[in-house]
């Protein structure tokens, strides 16, 4: 290396940010900046050897190293190109490579000890939220990063507002837990004239502003996480016209009790200001919902919105969609429209798993319904229909309700046991097709009827029944229809059998069916006589079957 002789070294100190700022120094000439905490010295000439003339930065404590160092996506990949040119790839700093995410510990929001109820949060979630999605940042745009939560419990008592583009990701159910100690919602979304201390677009008596298309909260993203709430009137998600936003891997645990009088909680709300400004397009998936007198409500016109794989348990009402709409007012000209509930499970559901007063479009589909209906009990005092749909244009489809099974059992219908009431699995105005196959038994008896199926009427009009009976003592088989019609004015109904078989010559006429009705259980009986002698207790003919209702 060729050593330049300094004849003279100068130390400089000012301010980079008055006056003229950081001036040309001379070949090492030192400058030290009092305003910014900066240190430079001078490149020197080109004719010494300089690349460039100029002043070159000296790294300091002051620093931050991460905004020298720069990060580039598999530099080293052969196959990966991230820029124009193979030879010139993306480079970024690694501060903002890390800024991508941001902890919520760089907030300050850290996991408390399990047996803190007394630390209040709020505050600091909410300037996390405000600070990254809502306040203006840098190019004056709203940051689009991921806020995320580490494993723990945090506990917050006020509201946490939500504006649009929110992205909170947490470890997992039960894993990030958050504990709700206030009254009213716990996360209620706004919109987008929100600033901080301001938000703006929440429903309820009294809003004075007007949310619009362009302005409703969207685009959010929230995450694997628990929320617990405690009070008797809490609101676990209140979303206020959201659209187009996605909640995967959520549980929402509320304080349901036998009495729910005393109680008015609702898991999930969703509201709407106009047919335009709804609650639609959003996701639910993977969502549990458990102990609300209302798990999800909405008395508005949302639409399009899905509810899949969601776990709905220990409460009043399931989806209760459309009561108490008017039919007049903005947001309830219509009810809720074209939503679809599809692959959940209910349990213990004290009235309907899903009741839709008004609106139309709407789809439940392979659902389970395990002790919904009952209030409290069990399906031998069923109280209630497990799914409502008042107005005309919805459907149940694929439907699976242990109702059925308890009530159709082999032990009522030998004993033709009546007592126990049969209210209807699907009620209302609404197209209902079961197409899980049950199984009866079909053995001899030439002259008495034995029972065979129980199925509810309540206001069905009929019945279709799609069935195969099969013998297992010698080759034959029936394939066939049974259609029931049946007026309950007079508790009367008709059975028409039409059938295909193949088998033994005579074999077709050896089984009849009849039905019977009965006023005190509210079902009819589909009965059946048979004069095959080889249809034994212990080898009988085995018919299996799916039906749907006429209503």
């Known amino acids: 290396m060729a050593v330049v002789q300094i004849s003279r070294i100068q130390l400089r100190r000012g301010k980079e940010n008055s006056g003229s700022g950081l001036p040309q120094l001379a070949s090492g000439e030192l400058a030290w900046a009092i305003d910014t905490q900066k240190l430079y010295i001078g490149n020197g000439a080109v004719g010494e050897g300089a690349p460039a003339v100029g002043n070159t930065k000296i790294l300091t404590e002051a620093d931050n190293l991460l905004d020298f160092s720069t990060y580039i996506y598999k530099d080293e990949a052969p196959l990966i190109q991230t820029g124009d040119n193979v030879n010139f790839p993306i480079v970024r700093t690694l501060q903002d490579r890390l800024d991508d995410r941001v902890s919520s510990a760089s907030y300050g929001i850290l996991p408390l000890d399990e047996d803190d109820n007394v630390t209040d949060q709020s505050v600091e979630i909410q300037r996390a939220i405000t600070n990254l999605f809502l306040d203006t940042v840098g190019d004056g745009s709203k940051a689009r ?50 600033t901080a201390g301001n938000y703006n677009g929440t429903w309820g008596p009294g809003v004075s502003d007007i949310t619009r298309y362009n302005q409703q909260p969207k685009f959010c993203y929230l995450k694997g996480f628990t929320l617990n709430t405690t009070s008797i009137t809490a609101v676990g998600l209140q979303l206020n016209a959201v659209r187009d936003s996605v909640f995967d891997d959520i549980a929402i645990n509320g304080e349901f009790i036998s009495n729910p009088l005393t109680y008015i909680n609702n898991g999930i709300v969703m509201y709407a200001f106009s047919e335009l400004v709804t609650c639609q397009r959003n996701l639910f998936n993977n969502v549990y919902v458990k102990g609300f007198e209302y798990s999800v409500y909405s008395q508005q016109d949302i639409i399009n919105n899905k509810f ?20 007049v007012s903005d947001g309830e000209e219509f009810g809720p429209r074209k939503n679809i509930i599809e692959n959940c499970y209910f349990e213990n559901i004290y009235r309907q798993g899903i009741y839709v007063a008004v609106g139309y479009g709407n789809k439940s589909r392979g659902n389970t319904f395990v002790n919904v209906g009952n209030n409290g009990g069990g399906n031998a005092t069923s109280l209630y229909n497990i799914i409502t749909f008042t107005s005309t244009g919805n459907s149940s489809i694929q439907d699976n309700f242990d109702r059925t099974s308890d009530l159709d059992s082999v032990a009522d219908l030998a004993s033709n046991n009546f007592s126990n009431a049969y209210i209807k699995e699907v009620a209302g105005k609404v197209y209902f097709q079961e197409f899980e196959t049950r199984k009866s038994t079909v053995i001899y008896s030439p002259s008495t009827f034995l029972n065979l199926i129980r199925l509810p009427h309540n206001n069905s009009t009929g019945f279709e029944i799609n069935y195969i009976l099969e013998s297992q003592a010698s080759v034959q088989m029936r394939k066939g229809k049974i259609l029931i019609s049946y007026d309950k004015d007079t508790n009367t109904a008709q059975l028409v059998d039409d059938y295909e078989y193949t088998g033994a010559t005579g074999g077709d006429t050896a089984i009849n069916f009849a039905v019977s009705t009965t006023s005190v259980a509210d079902c009819i009986m589909i009965q059946y006589k048979n004069s095959n002698v080889s249809d034994t207790s212990l080898v009988p003919s085995i018919m299996t079957y799916t039906y749907k209702t006429l209503s």
Do not use: M, Q
């Open 308 to 327: 899949i794989n969601c776990e709905i348990t220990d409460g009043k009402y399931g989806f209760n969609f459309g009561v108490g709409a008017d039919l």
């Open 145 to 194: 990063v991921v806020l995320t939560f580490l494993p723990g419990k945090y506990r917050f008592e006020s509201t946490i507002y939500i504006p649009s583009y929110v992205r909170i990701e947490g470890a997992g159910k039960d894993h990030t837990v958050f504990n709700f100690a206030g009254t009213g919602a716990a996360f209620a979304f706004v919109n987008d004239t929100s």
